[in-house]
C-alpha cells in the first residue's frame, strides 16, 4: 500500500473515510503490512471513531492493517486525577471520576449504534473494566500517589478506546479484536517511563498478532502500555503512542507506519499562529529525528530511530482530511521522485524549533 496521494475521481464516488491511496495515479502493488495508529483526537467520539474506521476499511482492501489506538482525547488526565485523588484522601470525588470515564465510554457506545447482540458484547466489555477501575478506587483509599498505580490507572483509557474501536470496525464490516498491549509488549519497571524490551516484545507479540492478521482480522492494540516481566502494568510515558504505534508496526514488519493526527503532517512552525507555516512533504529519518528531538510537537522522539533501524516509512496524516497528501518520513528517494514543494534545508527548522517555533 503507497500512501503518497489519493486517486481524485474516488472523491466523488466516496466519503473521505472511504479513500484508497495511489502512488502517482497509478494503483500499485500494496505492501504487506501497515500499522495505522490513531491519536485521541481522531477517537473522540462514535462519529470521530466511525470515521477512522473507514479509513482502515479502505486500507484493508489492500493490506493487512494493524491498528494502535490512543485514548480518547481527554481520558488520560481524567484518570490520572483518580490518582491524585486517592492520593489526597478524596474517595468520593475518586469515584465520580471513575464513574464518568466508564458513563462517557457507554455514552460513546450507545452512539455507534450498533446491532443488539454486538451491543451487549461490548457493553459487558465496558462494564467490566468499568468493575476494574472501580475496585482500583474501593482498594487504594488514601494510598501514596506511587508512579505503579499511576500507570495501572492511566492504561485504562486506552483499554476502553480499543474495545470501542473494534466495535466500531465490526459495524463498518471489518472483522476485529481488541487486543491489550500488556499482554506482550515487555518493559522494565521504570513506572510512567517504561522501556521496551524489543527483541523479546517483538516475538511474544508476533505470536498473537499474526495469526489474527493471516486470518483477516484487524488487531486492536492499546498504544502507551506495557507490562514488566511479573505483569505489572507500565507506560511508556505521556503522549508515547506514537512510539507504541512503531513499536507494534515492528512487531509485525510493517513496511509503513501511518500516524493519522488533527493536523496535515509536520510543519515548518505551529501553522495555529504563524501564517508562513509550511508543510514539510518528505523528510529523512535524521531530520524527522532532528525536528521532533527539538520540539516538533507531531511526532514522538523515540519513533524515528525505531524506523530508520527497519527502513520503514512513517506518514503523518489528518484523519480529517485524509485527501491530504501529509508528510513522508523515510529514506531519501530517487531524484525527482519526491513530490510536493520544495524544501528549504531542514537545519533551518531545526534552529527555529529550538526557539519555539516548529509545530
Not at 481524567?78 to 485523588?85: D, G, K, M, R, V
Not at 519497571?189 to 505470536?207: C, V
Not at 493519522?260 to 509550511?278: C, F, H, L, M, Q
Request: proline residues 3%; contains cysteine.
Amino acid at each position: 500500500m503507497s500512501l503518497e496521494n489519493v486517486q481524485e475521481d474516488l472523491e466523488a464516488e466516496r466519503s473521505p473515510a472511504d479513500v484508497v491511496c495511489y502512488a502517482g495515479g497509478v494503483q500499485k502493488q500494496s505492501a504487506n503490512a501497515a500499522a495505522f495508529k490513531f491519536g485521541g483526537s481522531s477517537l473522540l467520539g462514535a462519529d470521530c471513531m466511525l470515521h477512522a474506521a473507514g479509513l482502515v476499511r479502505a486500507a484493508t482492501r489492500e493490506s493487512r492493517v494493524t491498528v494502535v489506538v490512543s485514548a480518547m482525547k481527554g481520558v488520560t488526565d481524567h484518570l490520572l486525577s483518580i490518582a491524585h485523588a486517592l492520593a489526597q484522601g478524596k474517595l468520593a470525588y475518586a469515584r465520580r471520576e471513575a464513574e464518568l470515564v466508564l458513563d462517557l465510554h457507554l455514552s460513546v457506545l450507545g452512539d455507534l449504534q450498533l446491532d443488539e447482540d454486538d451491543d451487549v458484547r461490548v457493553r459487558r466489555e465496558l462494564q467490566l473494566l468499568g468493575c476494574d477501575l472501580l475496585h482500583e478506587v474501593r482498594v487504594h483509599d488514601r494510598v501514596a500517589a506511587t508512579a505503579e498505580l499511576f500507570d495501572r490507572l492511566a492504561s485504562f483509557g486506552e483499554r476502553f478506546s480499543a474495545r470501542l474501536f473494534a466495535a466500531a470496525l465490526e459495524k463498518l464490516g471489518i472483522s476485529a479484536v481488541p487486543v491489550t498491549s500488556s499482554e506482550f509488549v515487555l518493559t522494565c519497571d521504570t513506572f510512567r517511563d517504561a522501556q521496551p524490551h524489543l527483541e523479546q516484545t517483538k516475538e511474544r507479540g508476533r505470536a498473537i498478532l499474526l495469526p489474527l492478521l493471516q486470518e483477516g482480522i484487524v488487531p486492536v492494540v492499546t498504544g502507551f502500555i506495557g507490562a514488566t516481566p511479573d505483569g505489572r502494568i507500565t507506560t511508556l510515558g505521556r503522549n508515547s503512542s506514537d512510539f507504541s504505534g512503531a513499536i507494534i508496526a515492528h512487531v509485525v514488519d510493517a513496511d509503513e507506519l501511518v500516524i493519522w493526527t488533527d493536523v496535515d503532517g509536520i510543519y515548518t512552525a505551529n501553522p495555529k499562529e504563524s501564517v508562513e507555516a509550511r508543510l514539510l512533504h518528505e523528510l529523512s529519518y535524521d531530520e524527522a529525528h532532528a525536528l521532533a528531538a527539538n520540539g516538533a510537537k507531531v511526532l514522538h522522539a523515540k519513533v524515528l530511530p525505531l524506523a530508520a533501524e527497519t527502513e520503514m516509512v512513517v506518514w503523518v496524516r489528518n484523519t480529517f482530511n485524509p485527501l491530504a497528501r501529509g508528510t513522508r518520513i523515510g529514506s531519501p528517494r530517487l531524484p525527482g521522485a519526491s513530490k510536493g514543494a520544495s524544501q528549504a534545508p531542514v537545519q533551518h527548522f531545526v534552529e527555529s524549533s529550538q526557539r519555539g517555533g516548529v509545530a
